[in-house]
């Protein structure tokens, strides 16, 4: 095969999987978007539908995620990536056909269980496609599945809420994942393990444990899923409630809310998504410490209009805050990713991207919407109503954001020296 014609091929890879990471975040992300109908059909609390509708997609998804991972740092990741994509399409689906609180859990479960299987496995398919040298950018383009799937999951989830009710919706998203799901089947080939490292890396199978350890030892890792996952609990646990308070706040309907917030997913994040990788790009050929500490020089900017959000009684003043805010939120994800691959053997790449997507998902969706929701509801009755009291649980968790940029700016402290022992930049 010919350079030209193996680049080919890894570029389709990496657009192809770039979509099915879309559609991971858009089969998430939806549940935000029609929240409120949701929980006003079932008859539910705010801490009630945070429950089933975060808490008990992260429970299935944090307790097999590792597991799956494991087992994809020794089978063919592309057959997982196409049976975890079927599986949760199918059961984003079944979330449409719900008539009950119990029968939602249970296809939220399966949603969780499927989604497990998506983002480990390619991640770890690119980084055997691409040398050291480019994953943080070929990660951070993966990364725009992350913008798309959200204004997926907004824009056109409300629209199609609409006309078709919460329960249309699922079904909508659920049906186009299982044709994505064999496409990946029938077009993706399994690369060898470490086949673009710069040095040799043990490429026999490794236990959890010993990837555990292997992350404590390295600091970097530790500080790059430290920043990821606190990152994730600030950024997309304030854009989880954001529409719920969008509607209770100033009055909006949820296609309403979600026409405001989806071209920020889509313009923001998108145009921010290619900034990122641009500038990772340039940044990385000479010194990835550039990365780290551009990642929390954002992040730490960011931060104080993602408080201001949540102060202002203007919905123009607000709006203008999520615009800063929105974009940000996308720009940590895929250098944290490509970085995060360098800095361990191939032999536990899915297995570490899985544990970074454990911490990061029980940040985001246990502890973000259950505790908002439980602050929220015990705040009601003593601020003048839900939408006060949300606002201020909202206040509470946007300063998070100063703790993932400090844990970016101490990656970079030992990033060269882990580097150069697991890919031999």
Known sequence: MTGHSTGTRSAYVLV?????????????????????PIRLDLGLSDASIALITGVALALFYVSIGLPVAQ???????RTIIALAITLWSVMTAACGRAQTATQFVLARFGVGIGEAGGTPPSTSILADLYSPQQRPAVLTFFALGAPLGA??????????AVHHGWRGTFVALGLP??????????????PPRGATDATTTPTAPMSLRDTLIHIRRSRAAFHLIGGGAVCTLWGWGLLWWTPTYLVRAFHLTVTQAGEILGPMHLIGGVAATLATYWAVASLGRTDTRRVSWLMATVVLLATVPSILIFTTPSLSVATAWLWAVVPAIYFFIGPTMGLLQNVVPAAIRSQTIAFLMFVANVFNLVIAPQVVGLVSDFLAPRVGGSANSLQWALIGLAPTGFWGAWHYWMSARTLRDDQARASGI
Do not use: H, M, P, Q
């Open 16 to 36: 192809l999987l770039t979509l099915v990471y879309a559609f991971n975040i858009a089969d998430r992300f939806v549940v935000s978007t029609i929240l409120e």
């Open 71 to 77: 087992f994809a740092d020794r089978a063919n990741r």
């Open 177 to 190: 994942g299982v044709l994505l799901g064999a496409l990946v089947y029938l077009t993706v080939r399994e």
């Open 151 to 160: 204004w997926i999951g907004s824009s056109l989830a409300g629209a199609v």
